[in-house]
């Protein structure tokens, strides 16, 4: 069911007594999406894996117990992408990967906006 006229009005009124109270909630808001925590999510679980990817290397020689225990980290975390990646689905990888070229790749996501580049 749409909208009246008064309701639009009323809308709008509230969007810009919000626009002119705090520009930088909705600056966050219009950037965000649904699928923006599975993918933080996902971006943790990564660095997980390779934490437990190093903890094998450095320890399987001289502690098989330490070694198991980085390879059960490492079975965790791909477990975790792998379900948040079901999550996600198509719609949400594509979300995602539309929002990496949108910001100049993964070097836009990397670099925080508004920090001036030593480069």
Same mark, same amino acid.
């Given at each position: 069911m749409p909208l009246s006229e008064d309701e639009q009005r009323i809308l709008q009124e509230i969007e810009a007594h919000l626009s002119a109270t705090d520009p930088d909630l909705v600056q966050q808001v219009s950037e965000t999406t649904v699928y923006r925590h599975g993918a933080r999510q996902i971006r943790w679980f990564t660095l997980l894996f390779v934490v437990g990817f190093a903890l094998l290397l450095l320890t399987f020689a001289s502690s098989l117990l330490l070694g198991f225990v !980085?390879? %059960? @980290?490492? %079975? @965790? =975390? =791909?477990? *975790?992408? =792998?379900?948040?990646? /079901? /999550?996600?689905?198509? =719609? !949400?990888? *594509?979300?995602?990967?539309?929002?990496? /070229? !949108?910001? !100049?790749?993964?070097k836009g996501i990397v670099r925080r906006p508004g920090r001036q580049n030593d480069a």
């Open positions: !980085g390879f %059960l @980290v490492m %079975l @965790v =975390a =791909a477990l *975790q992408i =792998a379900l948040n990646l /079901r /999550r996600l689905g198509k =719609a !949400g990888i *594509q979300s995602i990967t539309d929002s990496f /070229r !949108g910001h !100049g790749g993964l």
